[in-house]
């Protein structure tokens, strides 16, 4: 048995380079046509950077100002402040930053208050917040960005990256790779669509070769059979899986070390230079450890510290990304999983709340503007979602959800999304008219 095993493994190795190489036409006409894709996809469509903090941020802490409003907790210090535009939002002096973000970038930025999570789960609030289930994808559910580079850089090496944060790409699998931290040389981490494992930079080319044609040869052997599609899709993944160690071997390069940046920030300038090398169309960075937002205690003081060094963070990131000439071709938005309830428990924290808010930024963005609001139970308030008129008949009234903020996106750059997201109603206020 152990002969034959070894025979299959040798014959497998033997022949894995001819199969590669009798495919190699075919593989790199569709390659090209790919390739051809991801270049226009620069000129067409935005790049965009969604920033995750898990756990549940709260949101009158910046966001919704419920400052005098008897039914919720209130912090010590804080202030509303009213601009410039339509931008209300809370300052305080132990977050500076945030007041300098939307002095800085506030022309671009808009808040999206009374957004429902659909949830007061963590793991539920985040697909809610990062993707969606679609009965047409057999209810698997899948992140928006993978959707959105499925149709506008579908060849790019690494369409859309995941740094740190939730994944779930579902049926996009192949256009969505997870890595670990970049901040050290262990690079590479995961490509779903050819199951390779995680393995250091040096050898994960080598162990991604011997595995994955080893599986399908043994597929072969067992009368399943090879077809263009599998190559094409083994190809394929094998070339992102390679491209990618000597990308982020590159941006790791010319990065500086021993500057001061936070972990996150370090890994959002990765995401920008993989932006700039039109290496990445989207990137999923999650700030913070996982569930450093979730403050059942000490809620106040915590909280603080996460806002003043998140948006410490953005100005920085923002600045970085003018210094590459960026800023007008990217889209950042950043968001929790859950809310916190209004008021506090008997730890001096608040619990988890099916309500939230959202920051997006970017010139497509009608900048200097807050969208939604909350009520005295800090439950959204229905509007219609078409227009943001609070007017409107109640039928045409709905919470807003992350699913009419990614439509919108959807429908600004043309993307099909009536299969993934049926019946779903754009929030159109948020766009830039003439953009």
């Keep these: 048995m152990r002969s034959l095993k070894s025979s299959i493994l040798m014959l497998s190795l033997a022949v894995s380079a001819s199969l590669l190489i009798a495919f190699t036409a075919s593989f790199e006409q569709a390659l090209a046509k790919t390739n051809k894709k991801a270049t226009h996809a620069k000129k067409d469509y935005p790049f965009i950077l969604l920033i995750y903090c898990s756990g549940g941020w709260d949101p009158t802490m910046v966001f919704d100002s419920k400052i005098g409003e008897a039914d919720f907790a209130q912090e010590t210090g804080a202030v509303l402040v009213e601009g410039p535009g339509n931008l209300k939002y809370v300052d305080h002096a132990n977050r500076p930053s945030v007041k300098n973000f939307f002095n800085t970038y506030g022309e671009k930025a808009v808040i999206i208050n009374g957004v429902y999570t659909q949830a007061m789960h963590h793991g539920l609030g985040a697909r809610s917040m990062l993707g969606s289930t679609a009965p047409n994808y057999s209810n698997r559910a899948f992140d928006w960005l993978s959707y959105y580079v499925s149709f506008v850089a579908p060849g790019m090496p690494l369409p859309q990256v995941t740094i740190n944060a939730p994944f779930f790409p579902g049926p996009f699998g192949r256009y969505a790779v997870k890595l670990p931290t970049v901040v050290s040389n262990e690079l590479v981490s995961d490509i779903p669509n050819a199951n390779a494992l995680s393995a250091s930079a040096n050898s994960a080319v080598h162990g991604f070769l011997q595995k994955q ?33 000597e990308i982020l071997t590159e941006i790791n390069a ?29 990137a999923t960075i999650q700030y913070g450890n996982e569930k450093a937002w979730d403050t059942h205690s000490d809620h106040y003081s915590r909280q603080a510290v996460l806002f003043e060094e998140l948006f410490s963070d953005l100005n920085k990131l923002l600045e970085y990304a003018t210094q590459k000439e960026l800023s007008e071709q990217m889209i950042v ?72 903020v990614m439509t919108a996106i959807y429908v600004k750059f043309k993307i099909p999304y009536s299969q993934i997201l049926p019946d779903v ?3 159109s206020p948020i766009l830039r008219s003439g953009t």
């Design 213 to 245: 044609y080893g599986n399908l040869l043994e597929s072969h052997l067992g009368g399943e059979g090879v077809d263009n599609e599998k190559l094409l899709n083994l190809a394929f993944s094998f070339s992102r899986y390679s491209r990618a160690k």
């Design 333 to 404: 938005l950043v968001l929790s999983d859950v809310g916190r309830s209004s008021a506090l428990n008997d730890q001096s924290g608040k619990d988890h709340w099916p309500y939230t808010s959202v920051l997006a930024w970017g010139s497509m963005f009608r900048g200097s503007e807050t969208i939604g609001k909350t009520d005295n139970y800090f439950t959204g308030v229905p509007m219609n979602i078409a227009t943001g008129s609070y007017e409107s008949d109640e039928s045409v009234k709905k919470v807003i959800t992350m699913k009419n």
């Design 425 to 427: 109603i754009a929030l």
């Design 254 to 282: 010319a990065l500086p070390t021993g500057g001061g940046d936070s972990e996150f920030l370090r890994n959002a300038k990765v995401a920008v230079e993989l932006f700039t090398r039109e290496s990445a169309q989207t």
